[in-house]
């Protein structure tokens, strides 16, 4: 049901309130708080009724209210109010942050406490009746309105310099102001004097009853422009904004920064580019250009801040100038970019200035020097600190990241450098805010008084809380905000998001660990390992619910969903979960039980699963890097570990240079190909065959970067240091996660990129495969530590596993899906006998150590003898299967020697397969060695469960190659 008169009620509301407070008695301040709270809290209920009644298919003026209000001889000015995508939000946004607002000044404002709530609730009515106005003169009045109750925030409200910020706030703003309002007294008469009503003048101008010389047109715009660019404030008219966002209260900052600055960007879409389109697009690349410079400006000066609100505050110089190039790119991404980045910065930094707000409200400063170590004694306020910072930067899966991207893909669309400069903007936006958050929070105590600050009370929570699950969902799920942005043009969203819910519940999952963990008791950190668990048992129920069926290519070609994508994401969902499982007594035990690990573990499984369902070079590169930087951090986790500490930063340091070999590659591609897009790589590739020596020295470069990835010679050196040092549980994971996403993003990226390029990759593969296989099995029998030997096995059987892809036929790509699948349950298996043999400090890993294990844990033994009986290939053991189907896969298409060099490995592997058989039953126990402690529920669960599956792979396998057989039917 609609309410009549939605428009009028939601934005007269606050200063119907604020005529209300005039008969409250001063003394009442209690009366006063919730009065003034509960008013702007109904407000916010009624605009969410503009956000259900409003089509986002509907390009137009929604909600419309038009009524006469001053009619003369002379004058024709309408009280007419509208909303459409552009406003919207801009609308929410503002009932949103007020009451926010006033909850953080609910105890810092004591003095004149009824004037500051009557300016706080009449400034709000200003706000929104400039998001909502459609008479130009009504937009005037409003646009004018607000700044009174700003000027007396800052000069009553404000620090020490408050009166010097306030006139200065004021003089800026109303000089521009002045010249709008005299362009719109010009358009009034240009249009035969008949109407201030903006929809009928943008009408006229656009249908050509109202034409403008282009003299009149650029001074028109320029009038506007300059009104506008000084609330941005665009670069140089920024020079207002610091001074009044350090002397202005805490309130006044976040509405100043989260909703007044956006006035400058919205004007700019409503009515300079709209009304004045030649001028605009005829000062689109000066205007760029400034935009650029606010955007560097901005991130070096605020670099250099020693104040904590003087640094946030050039922050949104810099953002803001980005959200200006968007605007002016004019291309749709650019736009929609602009609008939703509008929402995202006033979020973050309205969320910026309240935490900088909480901070001073406890030590009385805003320097960054009297700092450092908060962290140690105010966990909640960290968190919540990071959180907003990450967004800030624009991390993905936060709100930040979306409208980053959209403004620098429709401004390389326009301008290529200028989206290079930009994205070297956003860079030292990172810089300087990670820069700021590591002197606060991170390192040693270094002030005592910071010992004696409080964690953050429960008001305060109820500040942070909901703006960071609007910052999560904007970043996880951002369509309803840009369909509706968008004005009608109808995405179809909800159905291009269908087949990525799996990887959205992961990384919801994630992110609600990384929320709950400061709230979590020490001693119940294993509830959200628990919580990883339970959100790989949801993405595995919404694969099944989608089940399998025809190719679906969204995303414009980037996202495949299909039966091959289906059967990885299983794979890789049964992988998660289980070292999820191993890992909660193993971090219990090592004192590493941190929710950030099983985070991590959800998002590295987000990163697996796009580069199995990629489609793009961007996606795949996307999936990789996401899955890195989660393994790199797991890598290292055991923080107080030389050798955990070694492996990450080894691994980091390599990993980048294979990064760099993919982009480098990648960009040969596109430059050769013109597109990412692997179906207009092939036919590219199908024309031009092997005459295209870029794109045969690119694809050779992606090939060395999967190489780094999989661990394949000569690109392996990591791997054993790297499974040696990491935790045991992330050691199994790496094992088996990476390598079977990256064998499955290989096969995808040959079989649909390079189908014709056939002979050039697989030749490159052959030896890789040959000296994977050899080397790994010669240097794993010299081993006396049992995780460096699995770990020089890894390297073997990706040599195995490229016999399949080297094969590169249709017997060759199911006997790589089988042997991934048995490879996991094989080495999965086996890490959980060593993991249960372990000891405190991640210990017993020798091989000494399994000495006459056969007697001291006969279930142990027995099942890592089956296991390793199978990762040598005996026969009735998944193992032998998998070999049988790869090496049968090689011998088909005619490479006989390669399935000889394979079988001949095989055999070399069971030296040091079985020398561990025989440690453990044909050896007696060592002296003083302990009985191993009992086996968790867990880990003899999945070593039962992992036991049985290689026994009815290896004697009843049907099943699994028939799953195998149809998933690689989908590639194409």
Not at 409 to 435: K, Q
Not at 726 to 744: D, N, S, Y
Request: net charge positive; charged share 10%; hydrophobic share 55%.
């Amino acid at each position: 049901m609609k309410i009549q008169n939605i428009l009028t009620l939601v934005t007269y509301l606050p200063a119907a309130a604020a005529l209300a407070l005039l008969f409250f008695p001063r003394s009442s301040g209690r009366a006063i708080r919730l009065f003034s709270l509960i008013a702007c809290l109904a407000t916010f209920v009624l605009s969410l009724h503009l956000l259900y009644h409003f089509d986002g298919n509907n390009p137009g003026m929604q909600l419309e209210e038009s009524a006469p209000w001053i009619e003369t001889r002379t004058f024709n000015i309408r009280h007419h109010l509208g909303v459409d995508g552009i406003s919207l939000f801009l609308v929410l946004l503002t009932t949103f942050l007020t009451p926010l607002a006033i909850l953080s000044s609910w105890r810092s404002i004591q003095d004149r406490l009824k004037p500051y709530m009557i300016c706080m609730l009449t400034l709000e009515t200003g706000m929104l009746g400039v998001f909502l106005a459609l008479d130009l003169v009504l937009f005037y009045i409003f646009w004018e309105v607000m700044l009174v109750p700003m000027y007396f925030l800052i000069g009553v409200w404000g620090g020490e310099n408050r009166i010097y910020a306030a006139v200065k706030f004021i003089l800026y703003t109303m000089a521009g102001s002045l010249l709008m309002f005299l362009a719109i007294l010009y358009l009034f008469y240009a249009n035969g004097a008949t109407t201030f009503d903006l929809v009928e003048i943008s009408r006229n101008l656009a249908t050509g009853v109202l034409r403008l010389s282009p003299g009149a047109e650029f001074w028109l715009f320029s009038a506007f422009l300059l009104a506008f660019a000084i609330k941005v404030p665009l670069f140089p008219f920024h020079t207002w904004l610091p001074d009044a966002h350090v002397e202005a209260p805490t309130a006044g900052s976040v509405i100043l920064a989260g909703v007044l600055l956006k006035m400058g960007t919205y004007g700019l879409l409503r009515f300079c580019l709209p009304m004045f389109p030649s001028a605009a697009l005829a000062a689109a690349p000066y205007l760029s250009l400034v935009a650029l410079i606010g955007i560097v400006y901005g991130a070096l000066v605020a670099m250099v801040q020693a104040d904590l609100k003087k640094l946030v505050a050039y922050s949104s110089v810099s953002h803001m100038g980005l959200v200006v190039l968007g605007i002016f790119a004019f291309t749709l991404q650019g736009l929609e970019g602009a609008t939703f980045q509008m929402l995202n910065h006033g979020l973050s930094t309205g969320a910026l200035f309240l935490l900088v707000g909480m901070i001073y409200d406890r030590r009385h400063t805003r320097l960054i020097s009297e700092f450092g170590g908060l962290a140690h004694g105010n966990p909640l306020l960290a968190t919540f600190f990071l959180v907003v910072t990450l967004s800030s930067i624009g991390l993905p899966g936060l709100n930040g990241f979306v409208g980053e991207v959209l403004v620098l893909a429709g401004t390389f669309l326009s301008n290529r450098t200028y989206a290079a400069v930009a994205a070297t903007g956003m860079i030292l936006g990172a810089v300087y805010m990670l820069w700021m958050y590591q002197r606060v929070f991170l390192g040693k105590v270094t002030n005592p008084a910071n010992n004696a600050i409080p964690d953050l009370e429960a008001r305060e929570k109820l500040i942070l809380v909901p703006i960071v699950i609007l910052m999560l969902g904007m970043g996880v799920y951002s369509s309803p905000f840009l369909k509706r942005i968008s004005r009608g043009r109808n995405w179809h969203m909800g159905a291009e998001y269908a087949p990525i819910l799996p990887q959205l519940i992961l990384v919801i999952g994630g992110m609600l660990i990384l929320l709950l963990e400061p709230f979590t008791a020490s001693a119940r950190k294993s509830r959200l390992g628990q919580i990883a668990i339970v959100a790989c048992t949801l993405a595995a129920y919404g694969l099944g619910r989608q089940g399998t069926g025809p190719r679906a290519v969204v995303f414009q070609g980037m996202f495949i969903a299909d039966n091959f994508t289906f059967f990885c994401q299983w794979l890789f969902l049964v992988i998660t979960g289980t070292s999820a499982l191993i890992s909660l007594r193993f971090n219990e035990r090592e004192a590493m039980n941190r929710g950030e690990y099983y985070a991590l573990l959800l998002f590295a499984s987000s990163g697996m699963s796009l580069m199995a369902a990629s489609g793009d070079l961007i996606l795949t590169f996307l999936g990789i890097e996401i899955l890195s930087i989660a393994t790199y951090i797991l890598a290292g986790f055991k923080r107080a570990d030389a050798r955990s500490n070694e492996s990450s930063l080894k691994y980091f340091l390599l990993g980048s240079f294979a990064s760099a070999f993919l982009l480098y590659g990648i960009a040969l591609v596109y430059g050769s190909a013109g597109s990412t897009n692997y179906q207009a790589i092939r036919e590219l590739a199908e024309v031009h065959g092997s005459g295209q020596v870029m794109m045969l020295i690119g694809l050779a470069l992606l090939l060395v970067g999967f190489g780094f990835k999989l661990a394949t010679v000569p690109f392996h050196a990591w791997a054993p240091d790297v499974y040696e040092g990491a935790p045991t549980p992330v050691t199994a994971f790496m094992t088996v996660g990476p390598k079977a996403a990256g064998f499955a993003a290989l096969v995808r990226l040959l079989v649909e990129a390079f189908p014709s390029l056939e002979p050039n990759w697989t030749a490159l593969l052959w030896f890789s495969s040959v000296l994977s296989m050899t080397l790994g099995n010669v240097v794993a029998v010299l081993q006396t530590n049992v995780k460096r030997m699995l770990a020089y096995s890894a390297i073997a059987h990706a040599g195995y596993i490229l016999v399949g892809i080297v094969a590169h036929n249709r017997s060759g790509f199911e006997a790589v899906l089988f042997y991934l699948v048995i490879y996991t349950v094989m080495n999965l298996g086996a890490f959980c006998i060593v993991l249960s043999l372990s000891r405190k400090g991640d210990l017993q890993v020798n091989l000494e150590n399994y000495a006459g294990l056969g007697r001291r844990a006969p279930l142990a033994a027995a099942a890592l003898s089956l296991f390793l009986v199978s990762l040598a290939g005996i026969p009735l053991t998944g193992g032998f299967i998998g070999k049988f189907y790869l090496f049968g896969a090689a011998v088909q298409q005619g490479y006989i020697g390669l399935a000889i060099i394979g079988v001949l490995n095989s055999v070399l592997s069971v030296f040091y397969y079985f020398r561990l058989i025989v440690l453990m039953y044909m050896r007696e126990p060592y002296e003083g060695r302990p009985d191993p402690e009992p086996i968790s529920l867990a880990v003899l669960a999945i070593t039962v469960l992992g036991a049985i599956a290689v026994l009815w792979m290896g004697i009843f396998p049907a099943i699994f190659l028939n799953l195998a057989s149809n998933s690689t039917l989908a590639l194409k």
